[in-house]
């Protein structure tokens, strides 16, 4: 990634909102607008770090931080299985949830979940 020396910063930022219990943080921008393939690449490594957004300084990058940062209707029907399957384990008394490959699905992956559906 582009700017890893900033990752433990990056890193750093995204923890402190999440102990904090406030949204994830917007990324920072990208200047150099021309090259969108670039802005890509950096705003995917920018959301799997934990990101919520990006900042913009062109209407050019506009498209591509929205695709990334959209979640694809497969994303949304996955988080709205995962959360119906929690809540009939937890209506049962079971307190155990497994995810459609019968994987233990632990409340983090719940609540990341819900937060996707909410936004």
Do not use: K, Y
């Not at 020396?5 to 402190?16: D, E, F, K, P, T």
């Not at 943080?25 to 995917?44: C, G, H, K, N, Y």
């Not at 934990?50 to 913009?56: E, I, T, V």
């Amino acid at each position: 990634m582009a700017g890893a020396g900033l990752l433990w910063a990056r890193s750093q930022v995204v923890l402190a909102s999440a102990a904090a219990r406030v949204r994830p943080p917007i990324a920072p921008v990208s200047t150099d607008f021309r090259d969108l393939e670039a802005l890509r690449t950096s705003t995917l490594a920018l959301r799997r770090l934990g990101f919520r957004g990006r900042a913009c300084i062109h209407p050019a990058q506009l498209p591509v931080v929205n695709e990334v940062f959209t979640p694809s209707p497969q994303e949304i029907a996955r988080a709205r299985d995962l959360v119906a399957r929690h809540d009939a384990a937890m209506a049962e008394g079971s307190g155990v949830c497994l995810d459609e490959r019968g994987r233990l699905v632990d409340e983090a992956v719940v609540r990341s979940a819900r937060r996707l559906l909410a936004d």
